[in-house]
């Protein structure tokens, strides 16, 4: 699994230990969890650690390009109806969370611009929160 910071954490007055800080500062949203368990240095407490700030909100999962494109299709589907599947198309072929991104404001500017401008804003402001 891999884990990011929370950009609205709950606690604004934790004050984390060292070896706390070392695993947080790895949560960058590409590592895996292994990943930042091998960079910390610090074994299988890295593990417990990173339990206690997911526990806390300090930390989020990082949605795979699956997930997040089912999110985006079904606020297409909702918004434009048939018209949406040649959107639909171009996001369901995104490898990458990267790509999905990318053609996701590529949609959002196309559906402003063509077929429904708030519908083009909501999916740019939906896109930029998945993938803040």
Same mark, same amino acid.
């Given at each position: 699994?891999?884990?990011?910071?929370?950009?609205?954490?709950?606690?604004?007055?934790?004050?984390?230990? /060292?070896?706390?800080?070392?695993?947080?500062?790895? =949560?960058?949203?590409?590592?895996?969890?292994?990943?930042?368990?091998?960079?910390?240095?610090?074994?299988?407490?890295?593990?417990?650690?990173?339990?206690?700030?997911?526990?806390?909100?300090?930390?989020?999962?990082?949605?795979?390009?699956?997930?997040? =494109?089912?999110?985006?299709?079904?606020?297409?589907?909702?918004?434009?109806? /048939?018209?949406?599947?040649?959107?639909?198309?171009?996001?369901?072929? =995104?490898?990458?969370?990267?790509?999905?991104?990318?053609?996701?404001?590529?949609?959002?500017?196309?559906?402003?611009?063509?077929?429904?401008?708030?519908?083009?804003?909501?999916?740019?402001?939906?896109?930029?929160?998945?993938?803040?």
């Amino acid at each position: 699994m891999v884990f990011r910071r929370n950009p609205t954490p709950p606690e604004t007055e934790w004050k984390p230990t /060292p070896e706390e800080w070392r695993v947080y500062a790895l =949560c960058d949203g590409r590592r895996t969890e292994e990943e930042v368990v091998r960079e910390s240095g610090l074994g299988e407490e890295a593990y417990a650690i990173l339990a206690a700030l997911l526990k806390r909100g300090l930390i989020l999962p990082v949605e795979g390009p699956k997930e997040l =494109c089912q999110r985006l299709v079904e606020l297409l589907k909702s918004r434009l109806g /048939p018209k949406a599947e040649p959107f639909v198309k171009r996001l369901e072929e =995104c490898p990458s969370r990267e790509s999905l991104e990318e053609e996701a404001l590529r949609v959002a500017l196309k559906v402003k611009l063509t077929l429904d401008k708030k519908a083009g804003e909501e999916l740019e402001k939906a896109v930029r929160t998945l993938f803040r």
